[in-house]
């Protein structure tokens, strides 16, 4: 795992902190590629995209889990959200509440997309009980310096501390081998929107 350049402390972030920590979602996941492939290939088009969806994604998580931050004093460097077991998915009515915004934020053509990634997701999601993962972002500057492995090692503890599975999806090859450090194992495959996905499991300790 990577060294860490200066302390970092996790914790649970303030709903006063969203605002910053939509910021650094953003640059940290901007050139994800399904972000690309459903906001388009415009760097600064798809970080607006991804301020609308995640200025109704971070509270909706806080409210139905929690969202941690990795912080240096003051400066947010890095989040992880994780939505507690059962609440993965919105409910009928949030989703008619979502639904627009995501309109919203991804257009005409982007939003008939980020639908279609949305359900291939949802089929692939755990029916045992699990601790869900994600977003997890670090600021594209800072990225590579451990901050991503204190945010993984606090999301592990709360797990363990519960005995409870974890769950995540991702879009980049390099981020497998990175979270089969942390005891995951790739349990489907699938192409979204024309880009490889891995599904990934942590058994419960």
Not at 22 to 48: F, K, S, Y
Request: with cysteine.
């Amino acid at each position: 795992m990577a060294e860490m350049s200066y302390p970092v402390i996790i914790r649970d972030l303030r709903s006063d902190e969203f605002a910053g920590a939509i910021e650094v979602i953003t640059r940290g996941m901007r050139d994800n590629p399904l972000h690309i492939q459903a906001l388009g290939a415009d760097p600064e088009a798809r970080i607006a995209g991804l301020k609308r969806m995640f200025d109704n994604v971070l509270p909706l998580i806080s409210r139905k889990g929690v969202v941690l931050g990795a912080f240096d004093g003051n400066e947010l460097l890095g989040v992880a959200g994780m939505l507690s077991p059962g609440n993965c998915r919105p409910a009928p009515l949030e989703m008619l509440i979502i639904l627009p915004k995501i309109f919203s934020a991804a257009g005409v053509r982007g939003f008939g997309r980020v639908v279609r990634w949305l359900n291939a997701w949802k089929k692939h999601d755990l029916r045992e009980p699990h601790w869900h993962l994600g977003p997890v972002a670090v600021d594209g500057h800072l990225q590579g310096r451990g901050i991503g492995s204190a945010l993984m090692m606090e999301y592990c503890t709360r797990l363990d501390s519960q005995h409870a599975a974890g769950y995540l999806e991702t879009d980049k090859r390099i981020n497998v081998t990175f979270y089969e450090k942390f005891g995951f194992q790739t349990v489907a495959e699938s192409l979204v929107l024309g880009v490889p996905n891995w599904f990934m499991r942590r058994p419960a300790s």
